[in-house]
């Protein structure tokens, strides 16, 4: 890979991973300051082609609504539209809609806002920890376990270029294929189906509400790599272009994103320049944590 990509421009020395996925989930508030919404300011993370990482607005979108909703209501559900391309050398505006407070559950309409017109809408429902009926899918079995398998440092170390040294240093989770990944080299089997673990680069704070956010982050990562997966496509394939159009995810049980997740995920289908994935996300001692549906742009030449 060179740096002459148009869009691609050499940046300064990193920031700790860590400390940047800190500092993007804590949102300013202008000292309580709203009108018909809660009001939020979320910094953006530099990108090599300068569009805003679509799982840092669903996470800091879920932080907005997080911060209006009683401590003991914890999020269990959102649904959300990516609607433009976020520019990441701006900050974003969140506004939070307070739609409803029953007596277990609460719901939000967020609206990340750059230059005057939203970027994502959301809609996230919050409730009150219950017992209830239990029952959960099962872990795949005969998984490797994340120490066997190469970061992705390993993998794009040897390429100096910006997009590569962003994948490898910048972003703040260690991410581990299962099969060979897709970063230059297409899939030797065509099959619908992906799978890697991940974890953040170092411990977060013991915040449940930052742990789901921070997978919110997560979830956004590899999701449409079944499709690629599916027709022998890399990610890079000259000429080929791929964006999030919508994403929906479900927290079942508590996570600590600071430990190995197994993220398994497959499509179902891909038609008319786009593809569905889904994803499951369980904890290493096999617990189902979370799940995620997304809907993607994919258009090759």
């Given amino acids: 890979m060179t740096e002459t990509n ?11 991973p860590m400390e940047v996925l800190i500092g993007l989930l804590d949102l300013g508030d202008f000292d309580g300051a709203r009108t018909n919404e809660d009001i939020f300011l979320g910094p953006s993370q ?3 082609r300068h569009r805003v990482f679509g799982g840092q607005v669903l996470a800091q979108s879920m932080m907005a609504g997080m911060r209006t909703v009683d401590p003991d209501r914890v999020a269990h559900s959102m649904h959300g539209y990516f609607l433009r391309p976020g520019d990441a050398n701006k900050p974003i505006t969140f506004g939070v809609e307070r739609l ?7 719901a939000r309409r967020v609206h990340a806002y750059q230059d005057g017109v939203p970027i994502l ?3 996230a429902s919050f409730q009150v920890e219950d ?5 959960q899918a099962v872990m795949p079995a005969g998984i490797p376990d994340p120490e066997s398998l190469p970061s992705t440092a390993d993998l794009l170390a040897r390429y100096d270029h910006p997009m590569a040294r962003h994948m490898s240093s910048e972003r703040p989770f260690d991410v581990r294929h299962v099969d060979p990944a897709l970063y230059v080299t297409p899939p030797s089997e065509h099959v619908a189906t992906n799978a890697v673990w991940m974890k953040t680069m170092g411990p977060l704070p013991g915040d449940h509400n930052l742990h789901r956010a921070a997978l919110a982050y997560a979830s956004d990562y590899t999701l449409l790599e079944p499709i ?3 027709h022998g496509l890399a990610w890079m394939t000259p000429g080929m272009s791929v964006a999030s159009l919508d994403h929906a995810m479900w927290w079942h049980r508590p996570v600590r994103v600071d430990e190995w997740m197994l993220y398994v995920q497959e499509s179902p289908s891909a038609q008319g320049a786009r593809g569905l994935a889904t994803g499951r996300i369980f904890n290493r001692e096999g617990l189902h944590v979370a799940t995620v549906a997304q ?4 258009r090759i030449p």
Wanted: avoid cysteine; aromatic fraction near 2%; hydrophobic fraction near 30%.
């Fill in 295 to 298: 809907e993607g742009m994919v």
């Fill in 6 to 16: 148009a869009g691609l421009e050499v940046e300064a020395p990193p920031e700790d």
């Fill in 228 to 230: 690629l997966r599916k």
């Fill in 131 to 135: 017992e209830g009926l239990d029952h």
């Fill in 121 to 123: 809408s959301m809609i």
């Fill in 46 to 48: 530099k990108q090599p």
């Fill in 100 to 106: 409803r407070d029953g007596r277990s559950f609460s």
